[in-house]
């Protein structure tokens, strides 16, 4: 848009046509905007009965109005550049004042959901990114476990330093909804007043809250997250797309079922693993699928191997001997890619907590229902579904957390969630995970194993005795169970919901550290983390 930029306005007095008619003599094109100095014969000499506009002066344009003359100048390119920029920031206050506002996390008590300030390294046996959260700055960081190949001794000193997330806050979300269970929130702790709290939100006003085995009771009953809050509240224990060096994964795959030989069959099934990739051939078991099963292992230094072990709420972000006593956990969600070959049958996934174990079957080629079994006590899902496809790949996810059961294929849940009974003794998980196929060939890639958080029954409140929150209070607790100031510990356990700042609704500013080499020397330095950049549920 051109933009009207007042010359000095000239008085013009207005002169009779000198050829008598309604014809209008023609203005003539002007080449420049007359000097200040200078007259306007032409244009005045000329003007006619009614007012007059739009004169072309080159890459200008003259407007004439009644007793007063404008020019109407085309901004360079710079000019707009300098609007724009006015406008950004003008924009950028005014969201930051009425709806928008960053924050920081310096502490890790959100860990792994949000990520405070910290120092990161690579496995060099798996190359997984081995993350512990910042220690005292006169104090040098201790030697670290990766979570993910058990690999001893990382010396985190070596490590890069990075500055916690950043997080863009909805300020006004509170004022037209109540807060939710199980999302995050920005607040003010009534027992510190002095700067603001990142928590996430575990009980609602009027609620009784306990915390027992793990798991939430509120008002004597377990609180069950959906399929996608548990998406938010993972803490990885597997990432198949890291192998440890030499010998990859084999020793945590271990087939469960071999046929005895028959006519036109193989003798064994075929599990090939390369890399990051899981391939089964099960074209021959016709009958019953095959099945291979995820097993829990411990690197030993002592050996150089790996050992079973059970799965445990141990957290490398908070250092080694930060908690010595790591408790057995039970609540988990699987995901993958599946690739589908060729084949004809059914792909399984059977998930278990220790007690009870479920199987999701989908049929592959051929119609079927797709079906939920308990084991030991029968089908309890079963809905028609569109079979998976050769050469295509989908996306599988399975969730056994707080006794509830979903299955979802592309980011869509087959059948309805199944909850089991609530049960407070379980036996210890080394085997979480396996995957069954029938009569069908795939490749299996981007695996990874979480667990729920298991929260710990530290602190004063809600650990031994439910605790009653009042009319508009909140209890609020943190990701990093194990290591987070909350309201179990709190003098004043309940947040008042005035208290509330806003909710989260955006990670924008993941930090990591990036090498670039400018003049033959290797600069280091923190970027944005483009992986970790998500919308918070």
Known sequence: ??????????????????????????????????????????????????????????????????????????????????????????????????????FGVPTGSMAPSLIGNHKCLV?????????????????????????????????????????????????????????????????????????????????????????????????????????????????????????PKPDGWIKRWVIESKLPPAEGEKNDPTLTLVDHELRLDAHWATRVPIWIAYKHQRYDPGTGLDREDVIRDTFIYNGPGADDRPLPVHDFTVEFDVEIIDGSGQLLCRIGDGLDQLVATCPVGAPQDAQLRQENFGIVRSVPRKPLQAKKTYKVEMAFVDRRVSFAIDDREVFTAYDLDPVFTRPEVHSPFALGVQGINVVVRNLKIYRDIYYRASGDNAVKVPYQLGRDEYFMMGDNSANSNDSRSWPIPGVPERNFLGKPFLLHQPSRITHWTIGGRERVFQSIDWSRIRFLR
């Open 1 to 102: 848009m051109s933009t009207v930029v007042p010359m000095e306005r000239i008085s013009v007095e207005r002169v009779e046509p000198a050829i008598a008619g309604p014809s209008v003599p023609p203005l003539p094109v002007v080449d420049a905007v007359p000097a200040e100095s200078e007259a306007l014969p032409p244009i005045a000499e000329t003007l006619p009965d009614e007012p007059v506009a739009n004169v072309v002066t080159g890459d200008s344009l003259v407007v004439v109005e009644e007793n007063e003359y404008y020019v109407l100048v085309a901004p360079t390119a710079s000019r707009r550049l300098a609007e724009s920029l006015v406008l950004f920031i003008a924009a950028i206050l005014f969201l930051r004042a009425m709806a928008v506002e960053p």
């Open 123 to 243: 496995c060099t046996r798996c190359g997984y990114l081995v993350r512990v959260g910042e220690s005292d700055k006169h104090q040098p960081y201790p030697k670290a476990t990766c979570p993910n190949c058990g690999k001893l001794d990382l010396d985190m000193n070596n490590g890069a330093e990075i500055a916690g997330d950043r997080l863009l806050v909805d300020k006004n979300v509170y004022n037209l909804r109540k807060p939710h269970r199980w999302e995050i929130a920005v607040f003010r702790c009534p027992s510190d007043m002095t700067k603001p709290y990142v928590k996430r939100v575990i009980g609602l006003p009027g609620e009784q809250i306990l915390v027992q085995d793990g798991d939430i009771m509120v008002n004597g009953q377990l609180a069950r997250k959906t399929l996608t809050q548990c998406r938010e509240t993972r803490v990885l224990v597997f990432d198949m797309n890291h192998p």
